[in-house]
């Protein structure tokens, strides 16, 4: 054993991650829910099979990274063909370049994961949660938890990236990666609560495009208050 510990975004995190901005791009949009999470499930391999081939394992690596693109194609193009109109078309288009952009920052093919490119997913499937909003392809209970989910994609991101860079991809730390989804998934979905409280409480007619604005201020309120 030569103490060499390979500083890579860890994997049970990392899949949660994956999950929730899966989750919450179906619910900004159900018809492309089953494209969505097939999409993901064809990234992770393909990237996986990248990795295996790079690092020498080129038989396995080529096959995962085949069979991967495959799927991803097929998922992402089930997801887009489900689209019904133009602001469907929009709201498939960010969401599918936000799991690409988060499944390549915590998933690298090289080096410790990208905060960037991860941040930069999240902001994608923001945008196709506010166009949910704004389009009113979405009701005001799933915008709020689609928000809440991708608050907690964006988290479990920056946790994986984390604990990849202190402890190693070889720790055995889904136990403690675990209690950490467990609570940002607690908050968010006092969050949620909440803002079904507020909403029916004081604006009932509250119309769809107010409520996307209200998401991205929680969305930047949460960026702000993170360490």
């Given amino acids: 054993m030569n103490g060499e510990i390979t500083r890579r975004p860890a994997r049970f995190s990392a899949a949660l991650s994956l999950f ?30 990248a990795h295996r081939f790079r690092t020498g394992q080129r038989l396995l690596g080529a096959a995962g990274l085949l069979v991967g693109v495959l799927v991803a194609t097929g998922g ?3 997801a887009v063909s489900s689209a019904t109109g133009q602001s469907q078309l929009i709201e498939s288009g960010l969401g599918l370049f936000g799991l690409l952009c988060l499944g390549l920052g915590v998933l690298p093919l090289r080096g410790a994961g990208s ?26 209970v799933a915008l709020l938890v ?3 989910a991708l608050v907690v994609s964006w988290d479990a991101a920056e946790n994986s990236i ?13 136990t403690v990666e675990m209690a950490h ?45 993170h360490d």
Avoid: Y
Avoid at 29 to 42: E, H, L, Q, R, Y
Avoid at 162 to 174: D, M, N, P, Y
Avoid at 190 to 211: N, Y
């Fill in 20 to 49: 929730a901005v899966a989750l919450s791009v179906s619910l900004v949009n159900t018809g492309a829910s089953t494209g969505t999470f097939v999409a993901v499930v064809g990234l992770v391999l393909a990237i996986e099979g």
């Fill in 115 to 140: 905060r960037g490119l991860s941040k930069l997913g999240c902001a994608s499937v923001l945008l196709a949660v506010v166009a949910g909003g704004l389009f009113q392809t979405a009701d005001a």
């Fill in 181 to 225: 989804f467990g609570g940002t998934a607690l908050v968010g979905g006092v969050a949620v609560g909440t803002g079904l409280v507020v909403r029916d409480l004081g604006t009932p007619g509250l119309p769809l495009h107010a409520i996307a604005f209200m998401l991205v201020a929680l969305v930047f309120l949460t960026l702000a208050l």
């Fill in 162 to 174: 984390a604990v990849g860079e202190q402890l190693g991809r070889e720790a055995k730390t889904w």
């Fill in 76 to 78: 992402a193009g089930l």
């Fill in 146 to 148: 689609a928000c809440a």
